[in-house]
C-alpha cells in the first residue's frame, strides 16, 4: 500500500544536529527525497537517495536508508534558523513522476 | 532561467463554482505534475502530463480534470466546488517521465495557487 509517515515536530537548538526520520511501505520504491517547505512557498528538493544506496552526504546533509526496515532519515548538522521549515519525505516507484509524500515533519530551530 | 509559475496566486470562489488554474513549467521541461495540499490529507497526487496526455491520475473524483497544451503549459479544473476543494494547489514540471530504475529526474515545484471556497 501507499503509506508514508513521519513524526509530525522537531525543536532542536541552532548549531545542534537534527534527524528527521520517516517510514514507507512500498518495498518497489526506487527513489526516495527530501523536500523543505517555507512558509508560502513551494517544495524545495534537498536530496534524495536512490533505493539501492544505503547513505548519501551532501554538504550539512546526511540521508541513511534502511531498506530492510523501510526507514529513512535526514540529518542536518549545524542546524540555522533558517533552516526551521517543513520537512517532507517522498517515495516514487518505478516508473512515472508520481511522488507519495509523508505528512511532513515541521522543524523548529531555536537560538 | 525562469522557474515554475502558477496563476493565479490567490483564489476565493464559493460552493458550487467551477475553477481553473494555470502552471506554467520551467522552459525545455515537457512533464507536469498537480499535487493539492490540505492541513488534513497533506500532499496528494492528482495527475500527471507529458506531451498533452495524462500519464497517471490520482485518487480524485471526476471533478477534478486537467489538460497540457502544446507548449507544455497546463491547466487544472475543478467543477462544482465543495468546501473541502480549499487547498494549496501545486504544480512541478520535470524534463521528462521518470523511466524504470535510472532516472533521477528532478522535479521543481510552483509557489502554488491557494484555493478558498466559501
Known amino acids: 500500500g501507499e503509506d508514508v509517515e513521519q513524526s509530525l515536530f522537531l525543536s532542536v537548538r541552532e548549531g545542534d544536529s537534527s534527524v528527521i526520520n520517516c517510514t514507507y511501505t512500498d518495498s518497489s520504491s526506487t527513489y526516495l527525497y527530501w523536500y523543505k517547505q517555507e512558509p508560502g512557498a513551494g517544495l524545495q528538493l534537498l536530496t534524495y537517495i536512490f533505493s539501492n544506496m544505503d547513505m548519501k552526504q551532501d554538504q550539512r546533509l546526511t540521508v541513511l536508508l534502511n531498506k530492510k526496515d523501510k526507514h529513512l532519515s535526514l540529518r542536518i548538522a549545524d542546524t540555522q534558523t533558517g533552516d526551521s521549515a517543513i520537512y517532507f519525505c517522498?517515495?516514487?516507484?518505478?516508473?512515472?513522476?508520481?511522488?507519495?509524500f509523508g505528512g511532513g515533519t515541521r522543524v523548529l530551530v531555536k537560538p | 532561467k525562469a522557474g515554475v509559475t502558477q496563476t493565479p496566486r490567490y483564489l476565493i470562489k464559493t460552493r458550487g463554482q467551477q475553477v481553473t488554474l494555470s502552471c506554467s513549467p520551467i522552459?525545455?521541461?515537457?512533464?507536469v505534475s498537480w499535487y493539492q495540499q490540505t492541513p488534513g490529507q497533506g500532499l496528494q497526487f492528482l495527475f500527471e502530463y507529458f506531451s498533452e496526455t495524462q500519464r497517471n491520475k490520482g485518487n480524485f473524483p471526476g471533478r477534478f480534470s486537467g489538460r497540457q497544451f502544446s507548449n507544455s503549459r497546463s491547466e487544472m479544473n475543478v467543477s462544482t466546488l465543495e468546501l473541502g476543494d480549499s487547498a494549496l494547489y501545486l504544480c512541478?514540471?520535470?524534463?521528462?517521465?521518470?523511466?524504470?530504475?535510472?532516472?533521477?529526474?528532478?522535479?521543481?515545484f510552483g509557489p502554488g495557487t491557494r484555493l478558498t471556497v466559501l
Open positions: 512541478a514540471s520535470s524534463l521528462g517521465l521518470a523511466g524504470g530504475f535510472s532516472s533521477y529526474n528532478e522535479q521543481f
Open positions: 522552459s525545455g521541461h515537457r512533464s
Open positions: 517522498a517515495e516514487r516507484r518505478a516508473a512515472g513522476n508520481k511522488l507519495t
